[in-house]
């Protein structure tokens, strides 16, 4: 499965499949399920017309309630999504070989203490190949602070990751209300996450 990820984050990827053509970039940025491919020139495109992605994946589809799961933390625990019934979550499908993932852990640790204790939290599962020690020795380096999990094929395949980073904002019912597919826009983000808080909204200069 590894492998397959590693292919659909690279710049440029392309897969015949009953003639549909998937191309995908894990610098590619978007939300809503428009996928925003990376090429040299970081050439934004939708794939929803090819039929190879949903808009969103139909199983965590934009106003469904996002399907539960069951992973094992750090400290070998279980965690489950509904441990933290009524808080917004944001569910985010990383590796430590993604640079796009890479790059949004100031974002995410930024997010995380300014609403960590407002009833916002982060889960980041990480590729389901990564070993534990790899991941703890990633959060170290780069001294994450909110939640890590080790993902699963089964979480991976129920969430239609095809490539990352993949996120889902979940709000306090459990409803996703935004699918991210690629590097997330921080003002969008930020916004949502305020608004699913009841916050107002920041001004902008």
């Given at each position: 499965?590894?492998?397959?990820?590693?292919?659909?984050?690279?710049?440029?990827?392309?897969?015949?499949?009953?003639?549909?053509i998937?191309?995908?970039?894990?610098?590619?940025?978007?939300?809503?399920?428009?996928?925003?491919?990376?090429?040299?020139?970081?050439?934004?495109?939708?794939?929803?017309s090819?039929?190879?992605?949903?808009?969103?994946?139909?199983?965590a589809?934009?106003g469904?309630?996002?399907?539960?799961?069951?992973?094992?933390?750090?400290?070998?625990?279980?965690?489950?999504?509904?441990?933290?019934?009524?808080?917004?979550?944001?569910?985010?499908?990383?590796?430590?070989?993604?640079?796009?993932?890479?790059?949004?852990?100031?974002?995410?640790?930024?997010?995380?203490?300014?609403?960590?204790?407002?009833?916002?939290?982060?889960?980041?599962?990480?590729?389901?190949?990564?070993?534990?020690e790899?991941?703890?020795?990633?959060?170290?380096?780069?001294?994450?602070?909110y939640?890590?999990?080790?993902?699963?094929?089964?979480?991976?395949?129920?969430?239609?990751?095809?490539?990352?980073?993949t996120?889902?904002?979940?709000?306090?019912?459990?409803?996703?209300?935004?699918?991210?597919?690629?590097?997330?826009p921080?003002?969008?983000?930020?916004?949502?996450?305020?608004?699913?808080?009841?916050?107002?909204?920041?001004?902008?200069?």
């Amino acid at each position: 499965m590894k492998s397959i990820i590693r292919k659909l984050a690279s710049p440029l990827f392309v897969a015949g499949i009953v003639s549909v053509i998937l191309l995908a970039g894990c610098g590619g940025g978007g939300d809503q399920g428009d996928v925003a491919l990376r090429g040299a020139e970081a050439t934004e495109a939708s794939v929803k017309s090819s039929g190879a992605v949903d808009n969103p994946p139909d199983k965590a589809a934009d106003g469904k309630l996002a399907p539960p799961f069951k992973l094992k933390g750090l400290d070998g625990k279980d965690v489950q999504l509904a441990d933290f019934e009524g808080e917004v979550r944001l569910v985010d499908f990383w590796a430590t070989w993604c640079a796009p993932c890479r790059e949004e852990v100031p974002m995410f640790n930024e997010l995380h203490e300014k609403y960590g204790d407002q009833g916002f939290r982060i889960l980041a599962i990480a590729d389901m190949e990564e070993s534990a020690e790899a991941v703890q020795d990633f959060i170290k380096e780069h001294e994450i602070e909110y939640m890590n999990l080790l993902g699963s094929e089964e979480v991976t395949t129920t969430y239609r990751v095809y490539g990352l980073p993949t996120a889902y904002l979940i709000d306090r019912e459990g409803r996703v209300v935004k699918f991210f597919f690629g590097p997330k826009p921080h003002g969008v983000l930020e916004g949502k996450i305020r608004e699913l808080l009841g916050l107002p909204a920041q001004e902008t200069a």
